[in-house]
């Protein structure tokens, strides 16, 4: 059938199994500024009660964004909102009280110190979820957690919504977390205290996928925003640990030209990274990769010409927020970095990673989620994400803390599955996963092992055992691993 | 309900209005080399009858990738391809015999050269669909056009996939027209012939999409990869025609601090763009943005400090690659350049923009696809985006060529509506389109204008019109406008 469209043509409408419409008539296309304030954007964007919000949390204990963000909501007289943060920190406190008001009713997004401390103690009306990185972004896309405005903190942006985390005064390093949301969410605010001319020189987040710029005085406090975990451990039980970790890295034959590994900030890995970094040099090695977080620490590694590649997806102190201001090098988002429904991630391929834990199991199981006394105060992170792509996943803890022994029977919380942990560097000697031959055989004759039941052993001895812990009989949260799978439930603390 | 996970714990698996899946076990994660050839790649991507394999452009007339590509595909024996590139040239002549053997059977993209001439005169069994830069794209991501595999050309690529075009001895500016292919085709192939060692350092396309990396001798011939139509006209009448363009961009009142423009290459834009350069000079005025193609022309105005920012898309002569090489600036993907299904595109809020025409009509329409015997040679670009977005959109022609009137009172084919096109500059005088009025009243007593009838009237005089051209009935081709409606309906040419 022909129909006359409105340039006056006539359009044959179905050709073979073709259904074609006819031109309709369009206009200029023109922009407004999408700047605004946090409150009308919110606003526009139809935000009302049951709406899920989610976050990035690159500015971690200097964020003004989360809290601002749900000022914004109660002054909207707005009820129920399920967070979706990537992680909420201490500065975040005042979430306690918007849980207690009813505006904040679920949380799924790690949760780092006082509000799951709080949660711990007082379920939400649904268990808190914790993702990994990886499973976080994986979530989002296949629709699993669905936001319906997603509020990206940046410390640049122009009117029109390209947005970056590398230049400004609260810089934070490029924006990594939530091109996914951008791209998922129903309406995407982005938030800044920095309004530059169009276009942002920088723009991990693009205009395309921005409804409104919402200015706020301040996105952050600057000195809270860098880490305070890039500091090297004086703590020289710490220090013996790192060193038998590079110890063990050269057993297995993986300090060679070409290793990659991932440079993680906190104490201990710091630390291995510092002594990884002096065995490159006196081994003449040339590393091809570090992922994962930049550090001084890392860059003079690199600048020392032991490391050809910065692949990385965090910033995490001033010195490498300068340094990617003058080279910005190889960032890797989220996706690129750790997604598991993806045709290839960076972490793939990893030779070796250096991990933290609150505790450790006999089957290798890690949990870095929860203490021992059963309370929810950290998040996942790329633990599992890296544990489950690196060669070597080393867990470093000590064998017991003060009167808690730190490798037992049972973790509280399976955060990492034991069969993707390859071995535990503690201060009385490093356990390799039995299901790990190929390790066992190549250390052998290089490093002593020590069995992991031993390991158990002496931290029940110096410390009675496990406390008996009370805990109730509510889900306050599950632990996911990065397939969407769960790998365990979080019990209410009771006393 | 608990079950028991693979950790061995037990798992809520029923909690409020959630249904959780225990954790089922999990491996190592890790990488294979994605290298592989080209034949191979494509039977492990499962290419059978009937699929649609998609294509850039990007290597122009210099690409072997894609005869390549067809070679293989007749290799293996499958049939009824239907070609999805977003741009075919005469160095794809080869294509006709595959349309002959059936090996191509139908073709949505833009057809410039011999392709297009045979197609005229050779219905395919579907008719070619021809889609602007951004209706392209638009039409990828709503799954209009699905490509079960994208093959995109790239002068560096390492073994996992991460591959560029801005290195390499075949270099061509960054790939920006296959990230939504990448993204959206089920199988995606990378065909390079320079593996670099992982990563490779440009990443316009990540490994996260890529499932193959074909290695062949020579992606193309450099000499042709780059633009012949970044040399300016010498010619007097159409250096009359660009000059008044710039008269007309002065006149309006947009040659101003801050101004937007977009810069193309080919003979009359071109020349525009050096007097538009002149011209920022002459009133000491500091362009914004440049949007776009890069090409040596642009990048001295740029050098000379009359424009802030390159913001493009294209790179079309080996000055620009190299410039580029050094500083990367800020390309921006076909998407954020022209998807019209987004928030913002790079174009929106351009001042001016200059383009060409085979033929322009009373009514302002615009054809840049076919030809006045009606045979169907190009493709429609940015045409259509572009006119849609900037404040004031120029088409160039001369009133006619040998004795062919160009301004007529139907163009054979509408590529780009009227309703969008807002002046015509002649070689015998400007016209404005009369819905315009903004534009006439600002313009008053400044420059002289000519109604666009009395173009016409001066063509038909100096040609006797336009020749009767003999056409069948049969639809070889629809242009369509970016939104997926149809303009217009191209016919087959009868002798």
């Given at each position: 059938m022909k129909i006359e469209n409105a340039c006056g043509r006539l359009i044959e409408t179905n050709i073979g199994n073709y259904v074609f419409r006819p031109f309709n008539g369009t206009k200029k296309y023109t922009y407004t500024s999408k700047v605004t304030t946090l409150v009308d954007a919110l606003k526009k964007c139809g935000l009302k009660d049951g709406y899920t919000l989610s976050f990035h949390h690159q500015l971690r204990n200097g964020d003004y964004v989360v809290n601002a963000t749900l000022e914004a909501v109660r002054e909207l007289g707005v009820k129920d909102i399920r967070l979706a943060q990537t992680a909420l920190f201490d500065v975040h406190k005042p979430i306690v009280e918007y849980i207690k008001e009813g505006i904040v009713t679920r949380i799924e997004g790690s949760l780092n110190g006082v509000v799951g401390d709080y949660v711990s103690r007082h379920p939400l009306k649904a268990p808190v979820i914790l993702r990994s990185?990886?499973?976080?972004?994986?979530?989002?896309?296949?629709?699993?957690?669905?936001?319906?405005?997603?509020?990206?903190?940046?410390?640049?942006?122009?009117?029109?919504?390209?947005?970056?985390?590398?230049?400004?005064?609260?810089?934070?390093?490029?924006?990594?977390?939530?091109?996914?949301?951008?791209?998922?969410?129903?309406?995407?605010?982005?938030?800044?205290?920095?309004?530059?001319?169009?276009?942002?020189?920088?723009?991990?987040?693009?205009?395309?996928?921005?409804?409104?710029?919402?200015?706020?005085?301040?996105?952050?406090?600057?000195?809270?925003?860098?880490?305070?975990?890039?500091?090297?451990?004086?703590?020289?039980?710490?220090?013996?640990?790192?060193?038998?970790?590079?110890?063990?890295m050269d057993a297995v034959g993986i300090i060679r030209d070409g290793m990659v590994f991932q440079s993680g900030a906190g104490g201990i890995s710091l630390a291995a990274m510092k002594f990884l970094g002096e065995r490159l040099e006196e081994k003449d090695v040339v590393a091809r990769c570090a992922t994962g977080g930049l550090t001084k620490l890392i860059i003079e590694i690199y600048k020392a010409g032991r490391v050809e590649h910065l692949y990385y997806s965090q910033v995490f102190d001033d010195y490498s927020v300068k340094f990617?201001?003058?080279?910005?090098?190889?960032?890797?988002?989220?996706?690129?970095?750790?997604?598991?429904?993806?045709?290839?991630?960076?972490?793939?391929?990893?030779?070796?990673?250096?991990?933290?834990?609150?505790?450790?199991?006999?089957?290798?199981?890690?949990?870095?989620?929860?203490?021992?006394?059963?309370?929810?105060?950290?998040?996942?992170?790329?633990?599992?994400?890296?544990?489950?792509?690196?060669?070597?996943?080393?867990?470093?803890?000590?064998?017991?803390?003060?009167?808690?022994?730190?490798?037992?029977?049972?973790?509280?919380?399976?955060?990492?599955?034991?069969?993707?942990?390859?071995?535990?560097?503690?201060?009385?000697?490093?356990?390799?996963?039995?299901?790990?031959?190929?390790?066992?055989?190549?250390?052998?004759?290089?490093?002593?092992?020590?069995?992991?039941?031993?390991?158990?052993?002496?931290?029940?001895?110096?410390?009675?055992?496990?406390?008996?812990?009370?805990?109730?009989?509510?889900?306050?949260?599950?632990?996911?691993?990065?397939?969407?799978?769960?790998?365990?439930?979080?019990?209410?603390?009771?006393?």
């Open positions: 990185h990886g499973g976080r972004w994986a979530a989002v896309k296949s629709g699993e957690l669905h936001p319906d405005i997603a509020i990206i903190a940046a410390s640049a942006a122009d009117e029109r919504g390209n947005a970056t985390g590398v230049i400004g005064e609260n810089a934070f390093g490029p924006i990594s977390y939530s091109q996914v949301d951008a791209q998922y969410a129903d309406h995407v605010i982005v938030v800044t205290d920095n309004i530059v001319e169009y276009p942002c020189i920088y723009q991990e987040i693009q205009e395309r996928y921005v409804d409104y710029v919402a200015e706020i005085d301040r996105i952050g406090d600057p000195k809270k925003i860098m880490s305070g975990t890039t500091k090297i451990t004086e703590d020289p039980m710490k220090l013996d640990i790192a060193r038998k970790c590079v110890d063990l990617i201001q003058e080279n910005l090098g190889l960032p890797a988002d989220i996706g690129h970095y750790a997604d598991p429904t993806t045709k290839g991630r960076t972490i793939d391929g990893l030779d070796t990673v250096v991990l933290g834990a609150t505790e450790v199991d006999t089957s290798f199981n890690v949990n870095v989620n929860t203490h021992s006394d059963g309370r929810l105060l950290h998040g996942i992170g790329g633990h599992q994400d890296t544990a489950s792509a690196a060669s070597l996943t080393i867990i470093t803890v000590p064998v017991f803390r003060k009167t808690n022994p730190i490798v037992r029977e049972k973790v509280t919380t399976i955060s990492t599955p034991g069969m993707i942990v390859d071995a535990i560097v503690t201060n009385e000697g490093i356990a390799i996963n039995p299901k790990r031959e190929d390790l066992i055989k190549k250390v052998k004759d290089k490093i002593d092992l020590i069995p992991i039941e031993e390991l158990k052993d002496i931290a029940y001895e110096a410390t009675g055992g496990p406390k008996e812990i009370k805990l109730g009989d509510e889900i306050i949260g599950v632990t996911k691993y990065f397939d969407g799978t769960v790998l365990d439930n979080i019990y209410r603390v009771v006393e």
